[in-house]
């Protein structure tokens, strides 16, 4: 981001996110176990491992924006790829997402129970309310930015084809980054947001289907942690600068590896002596 990566940027803020929700997941497996009243811990935890699914969601969208102004209007729109922009965009999502979270939740009643309702307790069957929320997320936390995505991939992808002044190396190395993205993205979700879909518009009220898609549920939701896993990888591979440091820093570990070995082997020669 020192060196004016804009891109930099939103991978910074993707990081928060999962690191956001990857500390809330031991706190979830202790909850799971915890037999008394959980009040404000349990609806702190389900409020950010929500959030980070929206803020993920709307950050993947800008990279896709981003890469969609970069590649198909390359003589326009430079200000929008500015890393002062940017920052300026990564915190603007932030602060919309979180807002919209309070909204639903006020909407619901959750808010004004904040601290004596269970957010995180799965209600089986659905209620009607938690039914419009799980709605209400499903189309803005995920078919809006599908779709954005998936039209910015296609812009972008025709954009490369039709330009024959950008090298193969360079329109490779945009597509793999897209494609990889919108897959992680659609394989750690689309299971998820699809039996979602299902509870909201089935289960309110109906016990044979809360029963029947309990189970699925809740091996959708455990599928979503793929993305925590494969993001950071993606990022890390697709740039040239991360695959340099990342062999800076395997390269100095398998030299202090071979100092240590030898040390240890030169006090073994000397204690037989």
């Not at 390359?74 to 990564?90: C, K, Q």
């Not at 091996?219 to 990022?235: A, E, F, K, N, Q």
């Not at 100092?259 to 020669?269: D, L, T, Y």
Request: proline fraction near 4%; glycine fraction near 4%.
């Amino acid at each position: 981001m020192r060196n004016g990566n804009n891109t930099a940027v939103y991978f910074i803020n993707l990081s928060i996110s999962e690191l956001l929700y990857t500390i809330s997941m031991p706190v979830w497996n202790k909850l799971s176990l915890w037999q008394g009243p959980l009040g404000g811990i349990c609806s702190f935890t389900a409020v950010i491992t929500h959030s980070s699914f929206d803020v993920c969601s709307g950050l993947l969208c800008c990279i896709s924006v981003d890469r969609f102004l970069a590649v198909v209007y390359p003589l326009y729109f430079h200000w929008v790829r500015e890393v002062r922009t940017v920052v300026v965009v990564s915190v603007a999502v932030w602060t919309l997402e979180i807002f919209i979270h309070i909204i639903l939740l006020d909407h619901t009643g959750a808010l004004q129970a904040f601290f004596s309702k269970d957010l995180c307790e799965v209600q089986i069957p659905m209620t009607q309310e938690d039914a419009n929320l799980a709605l209400t997320r499903v189309t803005l936390g995920f078919l809006v930015p599908i779709f954005i995505m998936t039209f910015c991939f296609q812009q972008i992808m025709q954009s490369l084809r039709e330009n024959p002044s950008i090298l193969t190396m360079e329109r490779r190395k945009v597509g793999l980054l897209l494609f990889f993205l919108l897959l992680t993205y659609i394989v750690a979700l689309i299971p998820y947001q699809t039996v979602m879909l299902l509870r909201a518009i089935l289960e309110p009220g109906d016990c044979f289907w809360a029963t029947r898609l309990r189970d699925p549920y809740l091996v959708t939701v455990t599928m979503t942690t793929l993305r925590s896993i494969l993001d950071p990888i993606i990022y890390c591979f697709i740039s040239n600068r991360a695959r340099k440091e990342i062999r800076k820093a395997v390269e100095k570990c398998r030299r202090v590896f071979l100092r240590r070995k030898w040390s240890e082997s030169s006090n073994q020669i000397q204690s037989v002596s």
